[in-house]
């Protein structure tokens, strides 16, 4: 599992890009520890590359 900031280093792309996506229902909700922070799966993580990839082929 990764947090949003790890993800987002990862996929060099900046947080409000990340929090876009899941806003406009691009990715599920993630999960969110007891602190509040957003934890992502490896499907999800999956998933915000395939958004990713296909956005940027258009």
């Known amino acids: 599992m990764k947090t949003?900031?790890?993800l987002c280093r990862e996929l060099?792309?900046?947080y409000h890009c990340l929090d876009y996506l899941i806003?406009?229902?691009y990715v599920p909700q993630p999960k969110r520890l007891d602190s509040g922070q957003r934890?992502?799966?490896e499907q999800d993580v999956k998933r915000i590359?395939?958004?990713l990839f296909e956005r940027?082929?258009?």
């Open 4 to 6: 949003a900031g790890q």
């Open 12 to 14: 060099n792309v900046k």
């Open 23 to 25: 806003r406009s229902g």
């Open 39 to 41: 934890v992502f799966t």
């Open 49 to 51: 590359r395939e958004v």
């Open 56 to 58: 940027m082929a258009k």
